[in-house]
């Protein structure tokens, strides 16, 4: 799934990094914990998270994925906005919540990390 | 090649960025990704516990061409019971740590996973030092 396809479905806004048109989502990982996410691989992998700071992208970063969907209507700050940039990490921001995230890119089709 | 970082204590605005300063080097370097990711997955991981738990310190890094060998250096309050430690799911964590995503106790248990060798010594009231090494070949 294209990352402007995960951004329509959510009603979400695209920021950070600008989008790569060529890049596949396979897959998607909803969590808050940080130290959860570097647990595993993240290849092809969408992450659906509330936190919203810059730990977030530097966990993103050091997990290497290329996409956040920030939920909750969460606004990254001017500060994040820079890390994502620096990182190339597209961050698409949604008002949804977590569950309603995850339920709609379910049903599209990402599949589970696990 | 020889790299040394500061890292301060609590300061989550900056924690991190030797870990990502670290992972553009091995990216220039031509590391291979899977050596990179599970590199600086534990480098990070051992930045956040000397911002979280102790004082903040000292990283240093050499990398030649068979090995990275990470040393995270602190002045904190040490680790009372290791073997506890090292167990998933343990954590003293604080409210503001846990509000930063941390605090899971996975921390060091990924460390062991991501490293071929790792080496904690620690001291309560002294301070704990953390070795990494990961091989390249
Ligand atoms: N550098 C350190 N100084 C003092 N205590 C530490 C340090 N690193 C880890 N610890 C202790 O070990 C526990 C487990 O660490 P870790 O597995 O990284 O989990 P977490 O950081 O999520 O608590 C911490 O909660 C803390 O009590
Ligand atoms: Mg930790």
Redesign the interface.
């Known amino acids: 799934m294209k990352v402007k396809e995960i951004a329509r479905l959510v009603d979400g806004e695209i920021v950070g990094a600008p989008v790569d048109e060529t890049y596949e989502v396979k897959k998607a990982f909803a969590s ?5 996410v ?2 595993f691989h993240m290849d092809d992998t969408v992450l659906i998270t509330g ?1 919203c ?4 992208m ?2 993103s ?4 994925l290329r996409v956040v969907l920030i939920g909750r209507d969460k606004q990254p700050d001017e ?1 994040m906005l820079e890390l994502a940039e ?2 190339d990490i597209t961050i698409i921001k949604s008002k949804y919540s977590i569950f309603k995230l995850s339920g709609i890119l379910y049903a599209a089709g990402l599949e589970p990390l696990y | 090649m020889h790299y040394t970082f500061n890292i301060e204590r609590g300061n ?5 960025q030797a ?2 300063s670290v ?1 553009r080097t091995l990216k220039q370097l031509g590391v291979d ?1 899977a050596n990179i ?1 599970r590199t ?2 534990a480098l ?2 051992a930045e956040i516990n000397a911002v979280a738990h102790a004082y903040g310190g000292t990283i240093d890094v050499d990398i030649d061409g068979e090995k990275i060998v990470m040393v995270v250096a602190d002045q904190g309050p040490g680790i009372p019971n290791l073997d506890l430690a090292m167990q998933e799911g343990w954590s003293t964590a604080s409210a503001k740590v846990r509000e ?8 060091l248990p ?1 460390i062991k996973k991501n490293t071929d060798d790792l080496k904690i010594d620690t001291e309560v009231g002294v301070g704990t030092t953390v070795t990494m090494t990961v091989y390249l070949i």
Request: no cysteine; hydrophobic share 35%; charged share 25%.
């Open positions: 808050d914990l940080m130290s959860d570097l647990r936190l700071n810059n730990q977030t530097r966990t970063e050091m997990a290497d500060d620096d990182a | 989550f605005t900056d924690a991190g870990s990502s992972k990704p990711k600086v997955v990070f991981e930063m995503g941390y605090g899971a106790g996975m921390g990924n």
